[in-house]
């Protein structure tokens, strides 16, 4: 079975510096997605960054980009000028190929944004 | 306009009673799913349906029954509810073509006394 573990249950930042969440996971699996869901207290689900595990480019989107190695089964996403929006929970996820799979989560992170 | 809709969002309620989540999605996506988050915010697979299918059914009680009316909707019913199933209940959606990006309702925080 496939398992995500996020180690840092808590993680906080100055406003405006550069933060990093830690994610490994397991599978045997070749084809998978990984991903980044951000909730903050309002309790939504919001999709942060995607990556292709057949993509061997780093996944950007703004300030959010991850560093994916493959091998060692590692997705950290970084975070670059924090804003105080960006506090909340971070929830790494695994999901099998393609098709209608289910995601696997990681426990997360509660990310604080100090001013 | 909401993607994927859950009525209610809160739900207080007392043991031993049955309740039901009702999810919608407006997004043209044939399959939904249900999660469940508890109170350490730990988020895990319940079911899902593609086409009105069961295709996912994780290790859940009995007393939690799906039933998807058609691919726009996915409910939840409970039966007898127990103290431990408080917690947070998302619905999503996506397709099984393409990418198959999950969007998440807003959750139902169900509370039982």
């Known amino acids: 079975a496939q398992t995500v573990t996020q180690s840092q249950p808590e993680m906080s930042v100055q406003e405006a510096e550069t933060v990093t969440l830690s994610c490994t996971y397991d599978?045997?699996?070749?084809?998978?997605?990984l991903f980044w869901y951000k909730q903050p207290p309002s309790r939504q689900m919001i999709l942060v960054i995607r990556?292709?595990?057949?993509?061997?480019q780093n996944a950007t989107e703004n300030r959010f980009s991850v560093n994916f190695q493959k091998a060692a089964k590692s997705f950290s996403l970084k975070i670059s000028d924090s804003q105080l929006g960006d506090a909340a929970m971070y929830f790494c996820?695994?999901?099998?190929?393609?098709?209608?799979?289910?995601?696997?989560f990681g426990q997360g992170t509660r990310l604080t944004i100090n001013p | 306009d909401t993607a994927v809709s859950q009525t209610p969002k809160y739900l207080v309620t007392q043991m031993g009673n049955d309740k039901s989540i009702k999810c919608e999605q407006n997004l043209g996506h044939d399959t939904m799913y249900w999660y469940k988050q508890d109170s350490k915010k730990f988020l895990k697979i319940m079911f899902s349906?593609?086409?009105?299918?069961?295709?996912i059914n994780e290790t859940v009680p009995n007393r939690f029954s799906p039933k998807s009316p058609d691919k726009a909707h996915l409910n939840l019913h409970i039966n007898s509810l127990e103290l431990g199933d408080s917690a947070v209940y998302f619905c999503?959606?996506?397709?099984?073509?393409?990418?198959?990006?999950?969007?998440f309702g807003p959750g139902t925080r169900l509370t039982v006394l």
């Open positions: 996820a695994y999901r099998r190929g393609k098709g209608a799979q289910k995601l696997v």
């Open positions: 599978t045997s699996e070749s084809d998978y997605y």
């Open positions: 349906y593609n086409n009105k299918e069961l295709i």
């Open positions: 999503a959606s996506s397709s099984s073509g393409g990418y198959n990006e999950q969007f």
């Open positions: 990556q292709e595990a057949y993509k061997q």
